[in-house]
């Protein structure tokens, strides 16, 4: 497989997987959780996943030839607590991925040192998908560690279960090496 091919196969399996773990968080919760701030400064799980939609609509709306910043984004209103049900939540969670993987999905690996613009900045395909993968996980971060915090009853681990990472590398070691992406053990994991 050559590199570009290579590179948008790792980039979509990394996606996947911080959205699978975003979704196992959000499916621990009491819908009522979901709603839940601590503060005028916190945003509630379900403001989060209005703000990664809203951004990931924006950015992958017609990636390669429109700006990413559309004009019809509006970022401020992400962060109000106006929605009603985890139904709401999980609808615009999804519509936001769906609309990432799309443009995945369409993309071609000669298109990766294609430039597209961000609020006027260039990025090349590559640089803008980067800087994407940096800003879902930090959100989708947020989401579980609010997730553990809200939770009423015990947690299900979403990684490593406290006090057993000498199980966890003592199993990885035992396989014979192999090239593989990291996410392939964790998103059967995941599921």
Not at 10 to 31: C, R, T
Not at 101 to 106: F, I
Not at 111 to 130: C, F, K, M, P, W
Request: aromatic share 10%; proline share 2%.
């Amino acid at each position: 497989m050559k590199t570009d091919e290579s590179y948008l196969e790792s980039v979509k399996k990394q996606f996947l997987y911080y959205k699978m773990l975003g979704e196992k968080a959000i499916d621990q919760l009491e819908p009522q959780q979901l709603f839940v701030t601590v503060n005028e400064d916190t945003n509630s799980i379900a403001a989060i996943v209005k703000h990664i939609s809203g951004n990931m609509l924006s950015r992958w709306t017609d990636f390669l030839t429109k700006d990413g910043e559309k004009e019809w984004r509006n970022r401020d209103a992400e962060f109000e607590n106006d929605l009603q049900s985890k139904d709401e939540v999980l609808e615009i969670w999804k519509k936001g991925w769906n609309c990432l993987e799309n443009a995945l999905e369409s993309l071609k690996p000669n298109q990766l040192s294609d430039i597209i613009y961000i609020r006027n900045e260039g990025h090349t395909v590559i640089e803008a998908i980067n800087r994407q993968l940096a800003h879902y996980p930090y959100h989708v971060g947020q989401i579980v560690f609010y997730a553990k915090q809200l939770k009423n009853s015990e947690w299900n681990s979403l990684s490593i279960p406290k006090n057993k990472s000498g199980n966890y590398n003592a199993e990885k070691f035992a396989k014979e090496k192999e090239i593989k992406n990291f996410t392939d053990d964790e998103l059967k994991r995941l599921k």
